[in-house]
């Protein structure tokens, strides 16, 4: 088995499932009186759920009691999961599948490592629940991105030390949760957001041939 393992978020790099969120926050925002934009959008990117909600309500300036934001959030997520239901292998992201093919032929382990506490619903949708060697998810940790404890959880399950094992994140707040765990990371995305990140490939399909090597010892 490799002396390597890898670790792959979820949103914006397995599957693009922020146009859906954005459906269900721009109808709440919209219930609520403010125009929420795709720009907006982008702030929630790897933020966990309660977290967005608060970044929400910043932007339209509106004050809530627990008990109401208890109960936005239910119908967020209602009506979020009415969008993932629909969902088919069809939305896998360009070089996905193939990016996997390459570590079960290099004997690569791979988990996920992913805010959303619907990624299990997800990856079954998609047809890759099987493929994972484990799932680390909005579920599993007590601090989300950018505190590495999602990643950390998943070098675990990869039974590998963290600094042998290389993260794929779409998200600002990802890219510094791997490299606070120094673990390798690499950027999914607009080179110039996740500036921080090790690497940097526009997306899944750009990993060059052969790019694992260099890591295994
Ligand atoms: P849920 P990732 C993240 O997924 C999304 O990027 C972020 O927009 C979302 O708020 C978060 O999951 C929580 O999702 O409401 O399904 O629990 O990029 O970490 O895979
Ligand atoms: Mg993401």
Redesign the pocket.
């Known amino acids: 088995m490799s002396t390597i393992g890898v670790i792959f ?4 790099v397995i599957v693009d ?2 146009k859906y ?1 954005y459906l269900a926050w721009k109808n709440l925002a919209d219930n609520l009186g403010f125009e929420f934009t795709e720009a907006h959008n982008e702030l ?6 309660v977290t ?1 909600l608060e970044i929400l309500l910043d932007i339209g300036k509106v004050q809530l009691t627990e008990e109401k934001k208890q109960e936005i959030l239910i119908s967020k ?1 209602e009506e ?1 999961l009415s969008y993932i239901k629909k969902m088919n292998a069809d939305e896998i992201l360009p070089g996905a599948e193939q990016l996997l093919d390459t570590l079960d032929a290099l004997g690569i382990k791979y988990v996920l490592g ?6 299990e619903l997800i990856l079954n949708q998609v047809g890759l629940y099987h493929r994972f060697h484990g799932i680390v998810d ?1 579920n599993s940790v007590s601090k989300a ?1 950018p505190d590495p404890e999602v990643f950390l959880i998943g070098a675990v399950k990869l039974n590998l030390p963290p600094k042998n094992c290389i993260v794929f994140e ?2 600002i707040a ?1 890219v510094e949760a791997a490299n606070v765990a120094h673990m390798t990371s690499v950027g999914i995305g607009d080179k110039n957001t996740l500036q921080e990140a090790d690497f940097n490939f526009n997306s899944l399909t750009e990993i060059p041939e052969g790019f694992f090597s260099k890591f295994i010892i």
């Open positions: 978020d979820l949103d914006g499932t922020a969120h929630l990117k790897g933020v966990s759920r967005s997520n979020y992913s805010a959303s506490k619907n990624a909005g991105k779409d998200a990802g």
